[in-house]
């Protein structure tokens, strides 16, 4: 009974002290090292991975080499480390080391350490191999010339930047272009140059007819110029006639103006309609006009002024221009 008893005893004995080893094992760091190439020519580059596992909260040291890993092997570059969270309060910790040499031979790496809080552990060591490019020993004096350069093949990608350089300046030359043909082909407004005292409304409208006809604007083709500088000269004597701001009138807003200013004179009325009706569908639908319509316009704009200015009543209808325009339309 007493030596079944001990056996029970050590039995159990021996699976605490397994399960706290296990444990104590499972909870150690560790280093591993491994390579991505090695076997490399003289020159050539691969990256060295150094891996530690360890503890969350535990406090490791990890010494990486300066720009020599060992005599022959040259260390270009250390990346920042990543790390990683793994399972069981464990994590892991790897450094890249880009690594060449000019030196061929067969090297084995040197092991790298971490020192945790209670001891230092070093990692396995793997091998390196570096070649010497092949050599025609028995012809050494043959050397080979260096190769041209080999031309790209032709891509039309490559050159989008370029075609859509060239469209667009085409494009502006063009904009720029119409625009100085516009501004050239432009009719010039006559200047109104302030000669002496000021003249009556009807006198300086009368005038401002005057070089409109003299300039001919209809008969080169400039219908919508001519009408617009044809109302606008009636609007300015409108408004200097009867103090009624005229100018930013509609058609209708300025013949009520009219109907309230000379009340029952349908005249003048139909005379002030005819010029503004016409003159929208011109500027407005980009009507063409008749060459009698034209001067019938005229006619009305200088008759109109002289049937409302506020002048002797005996003056001819046309100053000088009377006789013709009579004999036209007789």
Known sequence: MNLRRFSILCILFTILVTVQATKTFAQQTLIDVNIDDSDLMIGQQTLLHVTVTTDKDKQVLIPLPGNMLMEGVEVLNIFPPDTADIKNNRMTIRYDLLITS????????????VIDQRDTL??????????????DLEHPEEFYDIKNVWRPPFVLADYYALIYGVL?????????????QRIRNKPKKAEVVE???KLPPHEQAMKELREIRERKLWQQGHNKEYYTEVTDTLRRYLTAR???????????EILEILRNVEPGNKETNNLLKQILHLSDFVKF????????ENEITMFNANLFVDKTKQVE?????FPEESPQITQRNS
Request: a negative charge; charged letters at 15%.
């Open 168 to 180: 667009f300046a085409l494009f502006l030359i063009c904009v720029v272009g119409y625009f100085i």
């Open 285 to 292: 639908a980009k009507l063409h006009p008749l060459p009698d």
């Open 195 to 197: 000669e002496g005292p």
């Open 242 to 252: 009867y103090g009624e701001p005229a100018m930013e009138k509609t058609s209708s």
């Open 102 to 113: 000019f030196d061929s031979s067969l090297y084995l790496l040197p092991p790298f350490a």
């Open 313 to 317: 009543l005996n003056a001819p209808i």
């Open 122 to 135: 070093f990692s396995n060591q793997v091998a390196l191999k570096v070649s010497s490019p092949d050599v």
